[in-house]
T-cell receptor, first 113, second 119 residues
């Protein structure tokens, strides 16, 4: 079956620090990969996505590269801000599955001023 | 556009009571989903629908029923609530690519969630 494993949290960083949140996956078929972000009290929003090997998704200074050889999709940001404090979810979907998303457990990020 | 809306935002039930959660989307999306979010477990799919009048089971369907009588609405029902159903429920919708064999790139758009407590 499909599964996503992401770095346990919580993660606490100072403003302007470098962020990495690890995500690895197993999938039957050829998945698309996503990072979703959930701000306090809100629903999930798509942060970035990648659909094939070596694709890099990017948005709001965040980046993640689809690595088929290591089955990974790690999230990075060079300089985090207090406003980046949120829960981050790695997810995948495969064709022919009604686009169902399989989520990781989420990583809580807190950025301190 | 309001996007995806959910009603109610909060609800407290007693064990054995029933209720219906309403999800509405105004984006003309074909696919709709119900997830539950529990601490440390991410989101898990309860049921989904690929079009008006169709529904299918997801990963954790037991204790829930759904209906999609109109394209824009997706209802989640609890017939006899149990404390194990205490959770945050999220609805989502998406518009599928025309080519079914194409890698699934479709973005799912989420509602703000319903926090349900079963005592």
């Amino acid at each position: 079956g499909n599964s996503v494993t992401q770095m346990e949290g919580p993660v606490t960083l100072s403003e302007e620090a470098f962020l990495t949140i690890n995500c690895t996956y197993t999938a039957t078929g050829y998945p698309s990969l996503f990072w979703y972000v959930q701000y306090p009290g809100e629903g999930l929003q798509l942060l970035l996505k990648a659909t094939k090997a070596d694709d890099k998704g990017s948005n709001k200074g965040f980046e993640a590269t689809y690595r088929k050889e290591t089955t990974s999709f790690h999230l990075e940001k060079g300089s985090v801000q207090v406003s980046d404090s949120a829960v981050y979810f790695c997810a995948l979907s495969v064709s022919g599955s009604a686009r169902q998303l399989t989520f990781g457990s989420g990583t809580q990020l807190t950025v301190l001023p | 556009n309001a996007g995806v809306t959910q009603t109610p935002k909060f609800r407290v039930l007693k064990t054995g009571q029933s209720m219906t959660l309403l999800c509405a989307q105004d984006m003309n999306h074909e696919y709709m989903y119900w997830y539950r979010q529990d601490p440390g477990m991410g989101l898990r799919l309860i049921h989904y629908s690929v079009g008006e009048g169709t529904t299918a089971k997801g990963e954790v369907p037991d204790g829930y029923n759904v209906s999609r009588l109109k394209k824009q609405n997706f209802l989640l029902g609890l017939e006899s609530a149990a404390p194990s159903q205490t959770s945050v429920y999220f609805c989502a919708s998406s518009y599928p690519s025309a080519r079914q064999s194409f890698p699934s790139t479709d973005t799912q758009y989420f509602g703000p969630g319903t926090r349900l407590t079963v005592l």
